[in-house]
């Protein structure tokens, strides 16, 4: 697709991505408000809920309407010096735009798939489509000899084909879901879900203002191909993560049931179980990634395309805490302790601060220091003892143990593999050899990562006798 339309690509994902702060955590709320009226099979109040959320989101999608209305005038403006033709940006934005927009107008009830712990169903239905989507852009691009508007219309045509098949199954699974009018006495009934969804602006601010903003920082620092050197390592990366999240938050929903059983000691069980379970899991997709993902840029795209070692870290680094911080947040969550307000501000008044600092002096470095750091403080040490003390009311200090035998279990796992890496393996130059280094190095680090981690640590012992205990029922 070339450099600029990438980069440009990335950029206004990213801007519709702060557009939708106007979501300001409707969603986690409302799954919260969930949990226990399934587990008590209450339709009638599940139906109010999700018509409440419904109605929220119909009132949000009118708002980012709007507000991307206005943005479309200033477009042509932002993306002056880009090289790419006015119709085609505006073209693009509206695509993007429409994708985000079936998802508060019309998919707002796969909420309920969520809650109901069949989070299963979107992620098959979702990536199945998007790899049909992707195959055929592929093979559009190359047939069309590179006509970008066939690709903006594939991405119309299979948003929404998901639209489509996701309401086909909520409809399927839930045949009594039949929605009432919203009004105002509906609403009356569940405050707390209007207490939660107030406290979660602030959650759901920093979230956008940490997570959205690097691509534009970015652009507007270094360019749109400076956009694409970087999206191309994101978009690896990020795959990974949402495949692994994928497999590991389809359980979350079952969290809100375990915390209100109040079973203090089943509790703590898996929590360990789950957060080790994180750790090994983010270690062995950071370690392989660091060793192999530049070999593969470069055979893929060429050696200019290869990006400077502190920036992949950095990018590996922000990944990591992506991946360890669900340990934390589901558990938040299932509590529903929102009331850490100031955090959130906290964290996004210091990543804004660093990024614009740093940003405009060492470029993505910069960018990406201030992401880090403000994770550093607010997720990695703020968040935990939030948790340990308001919600488990146990002292933090068997968290951070836990945490650090898990970095001294990274450090020796990434020094065994650089030093298998750099005495028997080749830099690998094919794809087949990029593939047998992939295989040793994963192999080498999920060897090295699990002995180490099974040996030291109860909780992924207790993990590992609870699945084959799993098994041997199903037998």
């Not at 852009?137 to 690709?151: D, E, H, R, V």
């Not at 979350?252 to 089943?266: F, P, Q, R, T």
């Not at 789950?274 to 660091?290: D, K, T, V």
Request: proline share 1%; charged share 10%; aromatic share 16%.
């Amino acid at each position: 697709m070339g450099n600029s339309i990438v980069g440009l690509n990335s950029t206004l994902q990213n801007i519709l991505g702060i557009l939708n702060l106007a979501e300001l955590g409707v969603w986690s709320a409302t799954a919260f408000a969930l949990y226990k009226f399934i587990h008590d099979k209450n339709h009638e109040k599940i139906k109010e809920v999700v018509t409440i959320f419904g109605h929220f989101y119909k009132i949000i999608g009118c708002v980012i309407v709007s507000l991307s209305l206005i943005l479309a005038f200033f477009l042509p403006y932002i993306f002056r010096d880009s090289g790419i033709s006015t119709a085609f940006v505006i073209a693009a934005f509206f695509t993007f735009l429409y994708s985000n927009l079936l998802g508060f107008f019309f998919n707002y009830k796969q909420i309920l798939i969520v809650a109901d712990q069949r989070n299963y169903v979107i992620v098959i239905i979702s990536n199945t489509t998007m790899v049909l989507k992707i195959l055929l852009q592929i093979l559009f691009l190359y047939i069309f000899a590179g006509n970008f508007y066939l690709w903006l219309l594939l991405e119309v045509l299979f948003a929404t084909l998901n639209t489509i098949f996701l309401n086909y199954y909520v409809n399927k699974l839930y045949p009594w879901l039949k929605l009432n009018k919203y009004d105002k006495e509906m609403l009356s009934k569940h405050t707390t879900l209007l207490r939660d969804i107030k406290r979660l602006i602030s959650h759901k601010f920093a979230g956008v203002i940490v997570l959205e903003t690097d691509n534009i920082f970015i652009y507007l620092f270094a360019g749109l191909v400076q956009v694409t050197y970087y999206t191309n390592y994101t978009l690896i990366i990020s795959r990974l993560v949402g495949l692994l999240n994928s497999f590991l938050n389809s359980g979350i929903a079952s969290l809100g049931n375990l915390v209100a059983s109040d079973d203090k000691e089943k509790i703590n069980t898996v929590f360990w179980e789950l957060l080790n379970l994180r750790y090994f899991s983010a270690g062995i997709i950071m370690i392989s990634s660091y060793f192999l993902i530049d070999p593969f840029i470069s055979i893929w795209l060429g050696k200019e395309y290869v990006i400077s070692n502190v920036i992949l870290l950095l990018i590996l680094f922000n990944s990591y805490v992506t991946i360890t911080r669900y340990s934390i947040d589901s558990f938040l969550d299932s509590y529903g302790l929102y009331g850490h307000v100031w955090a959130p501000w906290a964290e996004a008044g210091l990543n804004l601060g660093i990024t614009l600092v740093l940003g405009y002096k060492y470029g993505i470095i910069g960018i990406l220091s201030g992401t880090a750091v403000s994770t550093i403080l607010i997720v990695c040490i703020w968040k935990p003892y939030y948790l340990f003390s308001s919600g488990f009311q146990k002292s933090v200090f068997d968290y951070w143990s836990n945490i650090l035998k898990h970095f001294f279990i990274l450090l020796l796992t990434s020094g065994t593999v650089f030093l298998f890496n750099r005495k028997f393996l080749n830099i690998a130059t094919t794809y087949l050899q990029w593939i047998i280094n992939s295989v040793l190095v994963f192999s080498i680090s999920f060897f090295t990562y699990g002995v180490l981690i099974i040996t030291s640590s109860s909780g992924m012992r207790s993990l590992i006798s609870r699945m084959l205990g799993l098994i041997g029922q199903k037998k």
